[in-house]
């Protein structure tokens, strides 16, 4: 399938993979993160039922904050 991963196209030989299969296939190890498929925000609760498939448009960003 072919996904545009936070702005990149990226192609995964799989036809469809949870939102949790992504962050360990990817290897994104920050343990906060925010994940988003085509716009919706995906909570981390959520994301073993939410399914990325071919076009989708999917954002995994690490959460920082500081002052």
Do not use: C
Request: charged fraction near 35%.
């Amino acid at each position: 399938m072919r996904i545009l991963l936070n702005n990149r196209e990226e192609i995964i030989e799989a036809e469809q993979l949870t939102m949790n299969e992504l962050i360990q296939l990817k290897r994104f190890t920050f343990r906060l993160l925010v994940t988003k498929v085509n716009d919706r925000l995906v909570k981390r609760e959520d994301r073993d039922q939410i399914l990325v498939k071919d076009g989708d448009k999917v954002e995994i960003m690490h959460l920082i904050s500081g002052g």
